[in-house]
């Protein structure tokens, strides 16, 4: 198991910027897909973005493409979530996700072993 501790959060503007950070308590070279959530006020759950080394692939919601970028960093075992042209509707609690698993095509809707207490992102217009 992995314990995964959001940081980086807080309020912008639109059009501002934020990068999330999601550091696990032990080697992420161990950890396949690294994933990014969200849950905005009475919304369901909505994935963002994932990042896998096993293959090597990115993935991207649609509502963020162009705008947002996940990376990871093995050596600080963390993985990244920079957030440009930040919209009002991006606003919500951001959840880090990981899993022993590639991340694959469905890696919005598979399951994950283990979740980080999220960050709220605010962003006023």
């Known amino acids: 198991q992995v314990q995964l501790v959001e940081s980086g959060g807080g309020s912008v503007q639109a059009g501002g910027s934020l990068r999330l950070s999601c550091t696990a308590s032990?080697?992420?070279?161990?950890?396949?897909?690294m994933a990014w959530f969200r849950r905005a006020p009475g919304k369901g759950r909505e994935g963002v973005a994932a990042?896998?080394?096993?293959?090597?692939?990115?993935y991207y919601a649609d509502s963020v493409m162009g705008r947002f970028t996940i990376s990871r960093d093995n050596a600080e075992n963390t993985v990244y979530l920079q957030m440009n042209s930040l919209k009002p509707e991006d606003t919500s609690i951001y959840y880090c996700a990981a899993d022993s698993y590639s991340c694959g095509g469905t890696w919005y809707v598979r399951p994950y072993n283990d979740w980080g207490q999220g960050t709220q992102v605010t962003v006023s217009s």
């Open positions: 032990r080697a992420t070279y161990s950890v396949n897909c």
């Open positions: 990042i896998s080394t096993r293959p090597s692939s990115t």
